[in-house]
């Protein structure tokens, strides 16, 4: 089969020719109909104090169709999507995920995508435990299932933000989670979700997909409830300043570096600083039911689909900023 593999860093991604997978117990493989270039897939072949590993196939976004299973609850043809998780060596054979029932959060979880020990998506055909499949509701669109796991981080983070109805919102960055928290807070009940972004082609999406308003972060009055989706040194700091009395702001952006905020601002306030991880099995579920049922409407977050021997090319590309949300691989074409 065809792969996207990473090299080195400063070198772009390559097409190379692996191995077909076969599905090994408690395992299916799917051939692969979508896969996003998500920013952790980006910031991972940057250098860090801790390299990915040549010969990593990317990809953790992804939905597909089973061609083999060596699990009773799956059969060829079925359609899927899941979570990127394979346990460890001490939890496998349970076949049952994690038993501390720790999830994404267990710091011995290998993510899929992201090791080279566990291919991802970024390729015709990919393995995963069957347990952390979830069928695709009749009807649903594979593209649109494929953006199951960027969708549960906004959806995570709105939940951890605790009650919305009626609430002032103040989403900072217009990406792909900063749209995702954006669909999610609406549906939750925020009576006004402005969207701090920018990027005109982004604003424009933005307003699209509901936002009540765009404007810079400082131009937001009294926001009660701030979404940080950027993840950029002095962000937070900008969050804490412009954040009202019993303020709730919810960390969702991932700062890479060391960051600086004056506490003073945040006690002063009596602010409440929720930083938030990942997502659940119910809540990928939750989304899958939402896209299926029209309660969210997804679609515009996609704005590019490529082939495989695109991706080196666009790759790159979306190091630097862009009008892109969501490109889609579909390697298939």
Excluded: W
Aim: glycine content about 10%; overall charge neutral.
């Amino acid at each position: 089969m065809r792969a996207i593999v990473f090299q080195t860093e400063g070198q772009p991604l390559a097409l190379e020719d692996r191995q077909t997978p076969v599905a090994q117990p408690g395992d299916i493989v799917l051939k692969v109909a979508y896969c996003g270039i998500c920013g952790s897939d980006l910031h991972a072949t940057e250098p860090s104090p801790t390299p990915l590993e040549p010969g990593t196939v990317l990809g953790h976004e992804y939905a597909g169709v089973v061609t083999q299973s060596a699990s009773p609850d799956f059969q060829p043809g079925d359609r899927v999507i899941g979570l990127p998780l394979r346990e460890c060596d001490d939890c496998r054979p349970t076949g049952t995920g994690c038993k501390d029932r720790l999830g994404i959060h267990c710091p011995r979880n290998r993510i899929i995508g992201l090791t080279a020990s566990q291919p991802g998506a970024y390729a015709e055909y990919m393995a995963m435990p069957a347990h952390h499949a979830l069928k695709v509701p009749d009807g649903l669109d594979l593209k649109l299932a494929a953006l199951t796991e960027p969708l549960a981080v906004g959806l995570h983070a709105v939940r951890m933000a605790g009650p919305l109805l009626g609430a002032r919102v103040l989403v900072i960055g217009a990406g792909p989670i900063g749209l995702a928290t954006l669909l999610f807070a609406r549906a939750a009940g925020a009576r006004e979700v402005v969207v701090a972004e920018p990027g005109e082609a982004r604003r424009t999406l933005a307003i699209a997909l509901g936002a009540t308003g765009v404007a810079s972060a400082e131009e937001v009055a009294a926001p009660e409830v701030i979404f940080e989706c950027v993840g950029v040194p002095g962000v937070l700091a900008t969050a804490m300043r412009i954040a009202p009395l019993h303020g709730r702001i919810v960390v969702v952006g991932v700062c890479r570096t060391e960051d600086r905020v004056f506490p003073r601002v945040a006690i002063r306030k009596a602010l409440r600083l929720q930083f938030v991880l990942g997502y659940t099995r119910a809540e990928f579920g939750m989304v899958l039911d939402m896209l299926a049922s029209g309660q969210i409407d997804a679609a515009q977050i996609v704005t590019g689909t490529i082939g495989l021997t695109e991706v080196p090319a666009m790759f790159e590309s979306l190091r630097k900023p862009s009008a892109h949300a969501k490109v889609l691989i579909a390697p298939g074409d």
